[in-house]
Nanobody
């Protein structure tokens, strides 16, 4: 069973930056599109960004121009560079397979991002 471990979250002031990482325990990771999702209490998990098994990317309108998703298949890791952070970006961030991929790995514990002054 593939395990996903997210890290890199924290407390940051508005306008700041963070880089999230998601490491997969399985090399099978490389064949799947991957995505970063976020969730706030009381709301559904939402897709933030996705990347194909190659390099094609897609972003939610709310993060376009501020967030960048990338992946390193050799390291079985997907990244999310977050710049110009806003309070509304506050959430727990998770990674998993992309939104059009029917197979989902077990969800990790996520990493908390808090944007506040």
């Amino acid at each position: 069973q593939v395990q996903l471990v997210e890290s890199g979250g924290g407390l940051v002031q508005p306008g700041g930056s963070l880089r999230l990482s998601c490491v997969s325990s399985g090399s099978i990771f490389s064949i799947y599109a991957m995505g970063w999702y976020r969730q706030v209490p009381g709301k559904q998990r939402e897709l933030v960004a996705s990347i194909t098994s190659g390099t094609r990317t897609n972003y939610a309108d709310s993060v376009k121009g501020r967030f960048t998703i990338s992946r390193d298949n050799a390291k079985t890791t997907v990244y999310l560079q977050m710049n110009s952070l806003k309070p509304e970006d506050t959430a727990v961030y998770y990674c998993n397979t992309g939104p059009t991929v029917s197979r989902k790995f077990s969800w990790g514990q996520g990493t908390q991002v808090t944007v506040s002054s």
